[in-house]
């Protein structure tokens, strides 16, 4: 068994319209040597992704900001030691070019050192999952993934709010496991049965979350709520009956209307983005955020979010 002392460097730059002739660039770090803190400063060792060599990991990690239309060109550079990684993102072709700018038949691993270099069009709107794919779902569960965000160019809410969930099985997160080398795909890479018992959204448990609208908003136009599963397991969102939200982007299909109102499903990668009307929140309203484990389709966590707070 080798331990790593690595992390990966991910150079990110986004076009902005071309009709702009600008370009923006930010750099991401993504670290296999980091933890985050939980209730009473208990501390979970993850992977992850931050802006600085010396800032804490964030789960999400950095989000990626870019504007309906932008290009998007990525130099991804591993810098690990043993562990190969690709970028992979759900809902969006993700094209990976060599250095000679060309493209491969196929996506292939960067190894120790190498650079890869990918591009994609920000075409529609809306919260894309961005992730380590080699080693899935081990690096996503890690810590190994981030929020592609895509503005649309006309604007029709006041504020957005990001909830990205997860949840955490700490056995997965145990030295022995995040310092083993990661070959290929060909490695096998042994892992226990997964049951988490800790469940987050935006690296938080869910009991901390006050609230989803700020009571300073309330009367204010539209709240646009981002809501990304970057977990393991299904993950749904009960809106009460006295909010209708309306569709924005994503897929509508896992917005539906059930006895007790709306409700999202969302499966591992999976997002939507809606409108929130502030007029119509009440002083009691509140949506539940359901942790359903897939094969049993059993409720394993649930919890009660206020909409104002």
């Known amino acids: 068994m080798k331990v790593l002392k690595n992390c990966l460097c991910i150079s990110i730059f986004i076009g902005v319209s071309n009709f702009l002739l600008a ?49 998007i060109a990525i130099d991804f550079w591993n810098i690990s030691q043993g562990n190969p990684h690709r970028l992979a993102i759900k809902g969006i072709p993700l094209l990976q070019k060599n250095k000679e700018n060309k493209t491969p038949s196929k996506s292939t691993p960067i190894y120790h050192m190498g650079h890869g270099y990918y591009s994609l069009i920000a075409h529609s709107p809306g919260t894309y999952l961005y992730y380590s794919a080699d080693n899935y779902p081990f690096h996503l569960q890690a810590g190994m993934f981030g929020c592609i965000i895509v503005s649309p160019r006309k604007a029709s ?51 901390t979350i006050k609230g989803l609208i700020p009571n300073a908003l309330k009367n204010t136009s ?13 993950h749904e969102i009960q809106f009460p009956k006295t909010i209708q939200p309306v569709y924005q982007s994503g897929n509508i299909k896992l917005l539906s209307i059930n006895s007790k109102g709306h409700v999202v499903y ?10 929130i009307s502030t007029k119509q929140i009440t002083k009691k309203a509140a949506l539940t955020y359901s942790y359903i484990e897939p094969r049993t389709y059993k409720i394993k966590h649930k919890e009660k979010i206020h909409i104002n707070y």
């Open 23 to 71: 370009q923006t660039s930010s750099l991401i770090i993504g670290r296999t040597t980091g933890e985050i803190s939980l209730k009473n400063n208990y501390k979970i060792r993850v992977f992850g992704f931050s802006n600085s060599l010396s800032g804490s990991i964030h789960l999400p990690g950095t989000t990626i900001n870019a504007t309906e239309g932008d290009s």
């Open 157 to 207: 809410f006041y504020k957005e709010v990001l909830w990205c969930s997860h949840e955490i099985d700490t056995n997965w997160h145990s030295n022995s496991l995040m310092d083993l080398e990661y070959k290929n795909k060909y490695h096998k890479f042994p892992l226990p049965k997964y049951h988490p018992k800790i469940f987050l959204i935006n690296g938080k448990p869910t009991a």
């Open 222 to 234: 539209p709240i646009l709520l981002r809501l990304i599963n970057a977990g393991l397991y299904i």
């Open 266 to 275: 969302l499966e591992t990668g999976d997002s939507i983005d809606l409108l």
